[in-house]
């Protein structure tokens, strides 16, 4: 069978004046339209599987409010839609529950991970190096503590030539740094 609005709100109908069969073709080929949809956004099938569930029942219950001059697609996307972010809050929710706090961790830590064992001072040395406009915007962006577009502002260039030049400056300082 396809699943074509026409077919699928035929078999809805049918199945809400009783008819059995039709209810279970009905079941069975909402399955087969939603399952894309939830492995689109879940990522194992046990997952698919167990949402796809979840959608089917509320389907069953929610039968009753399917409006037949409406169609059936979008109000079985909608359910599908609010059983996957249940699942999902659900999901996050739990992961939440065990994540382990920062706190717990900063004992473990050798040291302040946040900092850097190269600091402008000790390459200033290969700064100096450098062309002269590159120098400067290092030694205001890094040592000063100016933004790129206030460095732009004091040296009379665009904001983004003083980016390309402070990215051109520190690949030739990866570099050099990498030889030594």
Same mark, same amino acid.
């Given at each position: 069978?396809?699943?074509?609005?026409?077919?699928?709100?035929?078999?809805?109908?049918?199945?809400?004046?009783? &008819? +059995?069969?039709?209810?279970?073709?009905?079941?069975?080929?909402?399955?087969?339209?939603?399952?894309? !949809?939830?492995?689109?956004?879940?990522?194992?099938?046990?997952?698919?599987? &167990?949402?796809?569930?979840?959608?089917?029942?509320?389907?069953?219950?929610?039968?009753?409010?399917?409006?037949?001059?409406?169609?059936?697609?979008?109000?079985?996307?909608?359910?599908?839609? !609010?059983?996957?972010?249940?699942?999902?809050?659900?999901?996050?929710?739990?992961?939440?529950?065990?994540?382990?706090?920062?706190?717990?961790?900063?004992?473990?830590?050798?040291?302040?991970?946040?900092?850097?064992?190269?600091?402008?001072?000790?390459?200033?040395?290969?700064?100096?190096?450098?062309?002269?406009?590159?120098?400067?915007?290092?030694?205001?962006?890094?040592?000063?503590?100016?933004?790129?577009?206030?460095?732009?502002?004091?040296?009379?260039?665009?904001?983004?030539?003083? +980016?390309?030049?402070?990215?051109?400056?520190?690949?030739?300082?990866?570099?050099?740094?990498?030889?030594?």
């Amino acid at each position: 069978m396809t699943d074509s609005s026409d077919e699928l709100e035929a078999l809805m109908r049918q199945s809400l004046a009783g &008819d +059995k069969s039709a209810y279970a073709v009905l079941l069975k080929e909402t399955a087969r339209l939603l399952r894309p !949809f939830l492995s689109k956004n879940l990522s194992n099938s046990s997952e698919v599987d &167990d949402v796809l569930q979840e959608v089917l029942i509320s389907i069953h219950k929610a039968r009753h409010t399917y409006d037949g001059n409406r169609p059936y697609k979008p109000w079985v996307y909608a359910i599908a839609k !609010f059983r996957l972010q249940d699942h999902l809050r659900a999901h996050y929710a739990d992961h939440l529950r065990h994540a382990v706090e920062l706190s717990e961790v900063e004992n473990i830590l050798p040291e302040d991970v946040t900092e850097s064992a190269i600091s402008y001072e000790s390459i200033s040395g290969e700064i100096h190096k450098l062309p002269a406009k590159q120098a400067t915007i290092l030694q205001l962006m890094h040592q000063d503590g100016y933004t790129a577009k206030e460095v732009a502002q004091k040296l009379g260039m665009n904001e983004s030539a003083v +980016k390309v030049a402070a990215h051109r400056a520190y690949k030739v300082l990866r570099e050099k740094l990498e030889r030594s």
